[in-house]
């Protein structure tokens, strides 16, 4: 079905150059959706299990939990890389039935190329999609400047520290003007300062663009900070175990104390799945 | 600098100690010749052409056959890393066929092409191709499994995905396979040029043997094994380096 607000490609497409505002028409609602995966020994392991949730366009959701509850399972799956066992992805009403440039996914690893200069990265999404030298190379200036990053450009990933990695990293899945930014513990290798800054300008850039982020992390304050929604899963199997919505005003910051009230309270829900994460661990 | 010192020395004695052995006639100078024995002969086959057509022609030959050896060796290594089947079958082959000396090719290779080009060039391909192939695979199997992850979620597949990512991202790997590719071809080279009458260095070093001439075998040994250093050198070292320097990994020493 076609939602009527959703234009055809080329169309949209010319209203990004223009505007460079991203259409922010990506309803994503994942039904029944359970996930197995064969283990080494033994019964497969269910990594999923009935996932319901709906994520409205524009919308900063959070997704956390312990460590082995299925957070990067789930991206992958809205990323269209894996496909559920059991359930359906969709988006716009639509079952995801591959990867595409409308979802860029942001791993903790930066995942950039070093073969690759920090344009050259940036370029690359757009060089598959067939865009012109003089264009995506315009279009790419225009993204590492949205992350500060102009000035190194020409620089390998190798010659950058890792918070600018991260940046640039940010700025080539912003570069395809993806629809939905999916985010996999991104900052969770930085030290707290470089994390921070890349918290006000992740925040900046998503009220900028508009776009729908879907955010891992294991960091029950980071995701205060940033989402509009915290969603709480459960140890193996992943299951929904509680929401929040996130009412704070923007910006906020990560030592403010109605982030640090609401996140002791998220935490007292999730204690009990990381005491049993934790046991898994040891007894392993 | 100290380096270089050190070398200098050793290569001083070195010589002065083959200059003392010969000078001892311990063993007679056509079995053990006179450093400046070799060094006439080598003057002399510069001078009359004879080295300078045996590197040209050998030279030819074995960009040929490598050339050759890299463009199937990368069909057959982009085979058994795209099938799982082949990887089990064709794949398990080429180790075993990798460890089997260049040189047992050369009577099969010489019943089918006769002693001809096409014989050496045969012996080349299949003292190279193999290594190439599994240098391939074992290139791509250490590619981070992030990276092809991010090509495809960034719009890369098939044919693209190939050439704009896995192949670059394999080549800190293959570019060492390469290395060992070239140095499998010009051993080939050598030894299907010693049996088959070719002008090239190998025959040079048999025309020696023949003609018992043990300063000319020592001149053609030197010239070919200065020419193969001088190409790992030049060549191979300057790319391990430009790759190592762009993909930021730790320079070869």
């Given at each position: 079905m076609n939602l009527p607000h959703e234009q055809p490609v080329a169309e949209t497409m010319r209203l990004v150059t223009n505007r460079r505002i991203v259409p922010h028409n990506a309803r994503i609602a994942l039904r029944g959706v359970e996930q197995s995966f064969a283990a080494t020994k033994g019964p497969r392991v269910l990594a999923l299990d009935n996932i319901n949730l709906e994520i409205s366009p524009g919308e900063f959701l959070c997704v956390v939990g312990p460590s082995g509850c299925g957070k990067t399972s789930l991206l992958s799956l809205i990323a269209g890389l894996s496909f559920p066992s059991r359930g359906q992805v969709q988006l716009n009403n639509k079952p995801v039935t591959g990867?595409?440039?409308?979802?860029?996914?942001?791993?903790?690893?930066?995942?950039?190329?070093?073969?690759?200069?920090?344009?050259?990265?940036?370029e690359f999404g757009l060089k598959m999609r067939g865009m012109k030298k003089v264009e995506r190379r315009e279009r790419a200036m225009h993204h590492l400047q949205l992350v500060h990053l102009e000035?190194?450009?020409?620089?390998?990933?190798?010659?950058?520290?890792?918070?600018?990695?991260?940046?640039?990293?940010i700025a080539r899945a912003l570069a395809t003007e993806p629809r939905v930014l999916l985010m996999d513990e991104p900052f969770a290798a930085l030290d707290a300062q470089t994390r921070d800054l890349l918290h006000d300008e992740l925040e900046r850039i998503w009220t900028e663009t508009s776009c729908t982020v879907v955010f891992v992390t294991h960091n029950i304050r980071e995701a205060v900070r940033l989402g509009d929604r915290v969603v709480v899963l459960t140890y193996r199997p992943g299951r929904i175990k509680a929401e929040f919505r996130v009412e704070l005003p923007r910006p906020r910051h990560i030592e403010e104390g109605n982030v640090a009230r609401l996140s002791a309270r998220i935490l007292g829900v999730m204690r009990e799945e990381i005491t049993k994460s934790v046991e898994a661990e040891y007894t392993r | 600098m100290?380096?270089?010192?050190?070398?200098?020395?050793f290569y001083a004695v070195l010589l002065g100690a083959w200059y003392g052995v010969a000078r001892a006639h311990i063993w007679p100078p056509y079995l053990v010749p006179a450093p400046g024995d070799v060094w006439l002969a080598l003057h002399d086959g510069?001078?009359?052409?004879?080295?300078?057509?045996?590197?040209?022609?050998?030279?030819?030959?074995?960009?040929?056959?490598?050339?050759?050896?890299?463009?199937?060796?990368?069909?057959?290594?982009?085979?058994?890393?795209?099938?799982?089947?082949?990887?089990?079958t064709l794949g398990r082959l080429l180790t075993s066929l990798q460890s089997l000396p260049s040189i047992c090719w050369l009577p099969l290779a010489i019943l089918w092409f006769g002693l001809s080009d096409k014989a050496i060039y045969f012996v080349i391909v299949m003292g190279s191709m193999f290594?190439?192939?599994?240098?391939?695979?074992?290139?791509?199997?250490?590619?981070?499994?992030?990276?092809?992850?991010?090509?495809?979620?960034?719009g890369a597949s098939g044919i693209k995905l190939f050439w704009y990512?896995?192949?670059?991202?394999?080549?800190?790997?293959?570019?060492s396979g390469l290395k060992q590719g070239w140095a499998f071809a010009w051993r080939a080279l050598i030894s299907a040029e010693m049996i088959i009458i070719s002008l090239g260095l190998g025959q040079l070093l048999m025309t020696g043997r023949d003609l018992n001439d043990m300063s000319q075998v020592l001149a053609i040994l030197l010239v070919i094994l200065v020419l193969g250093w001088a190409i790992d050198l030049i060549v191979f070292r300057q790319l391990e380096h430009r790759v190592a320097a762009r993909w930021g990994l730790q320079q070869p020493s």
């Open positions: 990867p595409g440039t409308d979802r860029i996914l942001i791993f903790q690893e930066h995942g950039l190329f070093p073969w690759l200069t920090a344009l050259g990265n940036v000035q190194f450009a020409e620089s390998y990933p190798h010659q950058l520290s890792g918070g600018m990695r991260q940046r640039v990293a | 100290n380096r270089l010192l050190k070398n200098v020395v510069f001078k009359d052409g004879s080295i300078w057509i045996g590197i040209r022609i050998s030279m030819v030959r074995v960009v040929v056959g490598y050339l050759l050896s890299v463009v199937l060796g990368f069909v057959l290594g982009l085979g058994i890393s795209t099938s799982k089947f082949l990887e089990d290594s190439i192939a599994m240098s391939m695979e074992s290139s791509r199997a250490a590619i981070p499994r992030i990276i092809p992850m991010a090509g495809r979620n960034l990512v896995l192949l670059p991202a394999s080549l800190p790997h293959l570019v």
